[in-house]
Structures are given as structure tokens and as C-alpha cells.
């Protein structure tokens, strides 16, 4: 249980870095104090332009990625069996971290950028691909990018759920659904971020996808 822990604390400590927020410091704004007041990269594209969106997108992912690969350097040589149940339990502290921070009144992002980074660390190339794919058809097809990511999340969990089941993980019983239920977890946790979003949609008032000209 201690790795777990610590896993989660690395994550966390990983999430904490901003990339939204400290890229509008950069351009002497709060980004939480403009569009969505969302810290996340979405918000970043609405109000400050490409080039900040894609900073925070791949900011936010990378963050995560490296904190996956921190904590299977450490834990490499004592925790080896069970690295993929660690690495999951590092996504969830970097998308906690980076939903709530607790220097900017636990007021950040959602968690889907990050939540991307953890795709990329630690499923296959296919899996991360049909997310991609998915992501982007739902959001190319109704302009909604609340709606794509929660579509991908699901996606993904899916996907979690029938790599585990042929061997990908290479764990079996209590490991493989703990993998299970932190790629859950994570699910119900973009719902939650993403809860003002589903009423928006519901009732036909949620905003499109647009870009900022700073």
C-alpha cells in the first residue's frame, strides 16, 4: 500500500505544474480569470490562441508521462510485477494534481490533457490511436470538446478493461482490478469536472469550439 501511496504523491506533485496558468504569466494574465476560468488547455485555445492551447495540451500530457516514468524507476527493481498498477495509480495523483492544486485554491484543469498523458504511458500505440481518433471525430462532428472528452474517457476505460483481460498489463486478480478501478475512477472524475458541461449540453447552450486571436 506504501507505493501506492507514494506513486499517488509523485503524480500529484507532477500535477501541480500548471502549464495553462504559468503560460498566461507569461502573457501577464490569469487564465482563470478569463473564458471557462478553467486552467486547462481548452480554455487556453479559447483565449489565448493555438500556440497556448497546444503548449498547455502537451504540457499537461507530458507532465504526466514523466512522472509515470519516474515512478517506475524507482519502484523498477522492488515493484517490478506490478509497474502498470503503479503507473496507473501515478496518473490519477498527476490528474489530481492537476484538477486541484493546492496553491491555486485547488482551482485547475479537468483532467483530460493529463488524462491523455497516461494513454500514451500506458497502453499501446492502437489504444492511443482509437482514442485520438475517437476525440477528434466526436469533437470534428459537433464542435463540442466537453463532449469529446467525455466520449474518450469511456473509451478508454473500455479499452483498459479488454487490454487487462488479454494480458496486456501482464497482471492478474487483485492488481489487474485495481488497474480497473482507477481507469473507473478516472471516468467518474471527468464526469464530475465536466458536470456544468453535460447541463449545457442537455439543454443546447454549451459552447463550441473556438479559438482565441492572442
Known amino acids: 500500500m506504501l507505493e501506492r501511496l507514494i506513486c499517488i504523491a509523485i503524480g500529484y506533485g507532477f500535477g501541480l505544474i500548471q502549464t495553462g496558468y504559468l503560460y498566461g504569466k507569461t502573457q501577464k494574465v490569469d487564465i482563470r480569470k478569463m473564458g471557462s476560468g478553467n486552467a486547462g488547455a481548452t480554455n487556453a485555445l479559447r483565449t489565448l490562441g493555438i500556440k497556448a492551447g497546444a503548449i498547455t495540451f502537451f504540457g499537461d500530457a507530458f507532465k504526466c508521462i514523466f512522472a509515470v516514468i519516474l515512478a517506475c524507476v524507482v519502484f523498477r527493481n522492488s515493484q517490478k510485477d506490478i509497474l502498470p498498477v503503479l503507473s496507473m495509480y501515478t496518473g490519477m495523483g498527476a490528474v489530481l494534481g492537476h484538477n486541484y492544486p493546492f496553491y491555486m485554491g485547488f482551482k485547475g484543469g479537468k483532467g483530460i490533457a493529463v488524462t491523455a498523458g497516461l494513454i500514451a504511458s500506458t497502453t499501446n500505440s492502437w489504444t492511443v490511436i482509437l482514442c485520438?481518433?475517437?476525440?477528434?471525430?466526436?469533437?470534428?462532428?459537433?464542435?463540442?470538446?466537453?463532449?469529446?472528452?467525455?466520449?474518450?474517457?469511456?473509451?478508454?476505460?473500455?479499452?483498459?478493461?479488454?487490454?487487462?483481460?488479454?494480458?496486456?498489463?501482464?497482471?492478474?486478480?487483485?492488481?489487474?482490478?485495481?488497474?480497473y478501478a482507477v481507469?473507473?475512477?478516472?471516468?467518474?472524475?471527468?464526469?464530475?469536472?465536466?458536470?456544468?458541461?453535460?447541463?449545457?449540453?442537455?439543454?443546447?447552450?454549451?459552447?463550441?469550439?473556438?479559438?482565441g486571436k492572442k
Open 132 to 179: 485520438l481518433a475517437v476525440f477528434s471525430a466526436v469533437v470534428a462532428s459537433t464542435k463540442y470538446v466537453s463532449a469529446g472528452s467525455l466520449v474518450v474517457v469511456v473509451v478508454y476505460f473500455i479499452s483498459v478493461v479488454i487490454l487487462g483481460q488479454t494480458g496486456y498489463y501482464k497482471v492478474e486478480g487483485g492488481p489487474l482490478y485495481e488497474i
Open 183 to 211: 481507469a473507473f475512477l478516472l471516468v467518474v472524475s471527468a464526469f464530475f469536472k465536466h458536470w456544468a458541461n453535460i447541463k449545457r449540453l442537455m439543454n443546447g447552450t454549451e459552447n463550441k469550439l473556438s479559438v
